[in-house]
Each structure stands twice: as C-alpha cells, then as structure tokens.
T-cell receptor, first 114, second 115 residues
Framework: AQSVTQLGSHVSVSEGALVLLRCNYSSSVPPYLFWYVQYPNQGLQLLLKYTSAATLVKGINGFEAEFKKSETSFHLTKPSAHMSDAAEYFCAVSDNTNAGKSTFGDGTTLTVKP | DTGVSQDPRHKITKRGQNVTFRCDPISEHNRLYWYRQTLGQGPEFLTY????????KSRLLSDRFSAERPKGSFSTLEIQRTEQGDSAMYLC?????????????FGDGTRLSIL
C-alpha cells in the first residue's frame, strides 16, 4: 500500500521568499513521485516528477524537489515566491505495480503575501 | 495535444436523480482514470481503464456508480440515485501506459452539487 503525507495544510510566505512544501511518502516498492498544482475550479497540472533518475528534479515555474530515500521525503521548493504561485499543491506517489494510478496527499494551500 | 476535456463543468441536481459525466482523454493515451475530490482533500482514485477494459475499481465506487469506455476512446461516469455525499469534483485523467509510470494529464473536472 502507498500513502502520502503533506505536512502543513496551509503555508504562507512573502513574495520573494523561499517556498518549502513538505511531502513524505510510504511505498513498499520503488516509488514514482509527482507534484501537481491546482488553481481554483481547475484540474491538476504537473509541476515535476521523480522516476528513479536524478534525485534532484527540476520542474516548471522555477520549482524543484529532492528525493531523499532515507527520509522518505520529496519536498518541493522554489527560491523566490511569486504572487502567481498562490494555489493548492498536491504530492502524489505511484509505482509500476498499480497501473500508474496515483495516491495523493491532502494538499497544501500556498498563500503569497505582497 | 488538445488536453483532457470534461463535460459538463458543473452539474446541479436533486437527490435521487441520475447524472452522467463525460471525459475525452488525450487521443493517444490508452489509460484513463477517474478520481473524486472533496473540499480540502486530494483526489481519491475511483477506477481506471486500459483501452476499453475497466481493470480496477476502488471500494469507493458503490454499485450506484458505473463507468464505461467504449472503443477505448471517451469515457462516461454515471451515478444513479444520487445522494448528498456524492457532491464533489469528479476528475478525469489520462496517460500513456507503457514502460515507466507516466504522469497523468487531468481535465478541469465536473463539479457535482446535490440539492
């Protein structure tokens, strides 16, 4: 069985500050990990994915995430927040044994203050 | 790549009525997934198709729910005798099912409100 825990349902940062959204996963087999962003009344858009290659993954809009197996973590970071980053962010885990279906965390709402 | 499209975007209905949602995946994607998302939660897996075959259903999918994907193209999700608890966003996603796990491409969802 797989699971994802996103620590902090709400994160607030000032514009220009570092963004750090935390994700810990549980998987009995090597995981594939994803971060998605969701804007109000829209579907999920892929930010980045980890698929067992490089542990530091770069995504769109300046986001990146680091896979740490020893910590079972896949935290999302961005050096400098922009107002347009305000949205809900979901971490998801999948693997090759379950036809690619994903298990999602409960999400973290990011607020960016001017 | 025209993206995943879902119809309708919003559906308001009375309790006890039947509703049907449609999903058109990205044309070359052979896998199609349905998820349900309630306020403050992440998407929860409901069911998935590999081409036209429905290969897995979550226990969340009661016998009032049925999904089809005729000819492996678009898919429909029907809910019979709707209940208050069915109010949610229903998301469709598609992906290429080959080799390494591919990320899913999501539609904008159908928001269902039960009066």
């Amino acid at each position: 069985a797989q699971s994802v825990t996103q620590l902090g349902s709400h994160v607030s940062v000032s514009e220009g500050a570092l963004v750090l959204l935390r994700c810990n996963y549980s998987s009995s087999v090597p995981p594939y990990l994803f971060w998605y962003v969701q804007y109000p009344n829209q579907g999920l858009q892929l930010l980045l994915k980890y698929t067992s290659a490089a542990t530091l993954v770069k995504g769109i809009n300046g986001f990146e995430a680091e896979f740490k197996k020893s910590e079972t973590s896949f935290h999302l970071t961005k050096p400098s927040a922009h107002m347009s980053d305000a949205a809900e962010y979901f971490c998801a885990v999948s693997d090759n044994t379950n036809a690619g279906k994903s298990t999602f965390g409960d999400g973290t709402t990011l607020t960016v203050k001017p | 790549d025209t993206g995943v499209s879902q119809d309708p975007r919003h559906k308001i209905t009375k309790r006890g009525q039947n509703v049907t949602f449609r999903c058109d995946p990205i044309s070359e994607h052979n896998r199609l997934y349905w998820y349900r998302q309630t306020l403050g939660q992440g998407p929860e897996f409901l069911t998935y198709f590999q081409n036209e075959a429905q290969l897995e259903k979550s226990r969340l999918l009661s016998d009032r729910f049925s999904a089809e994907r005729p000819k492996g193209s678009f898919s429909t999700l029907e809910i019979q005798r709707t209940e208050q608890g069915d109010s949610a966003m229903y998301l469709c996603a598609s992906s290429l099912g080959q080799g390494a796990v591919q990320p899913q491409h999501f539609g904008d969802g159908t928001r269902l409100s039960i009066l």
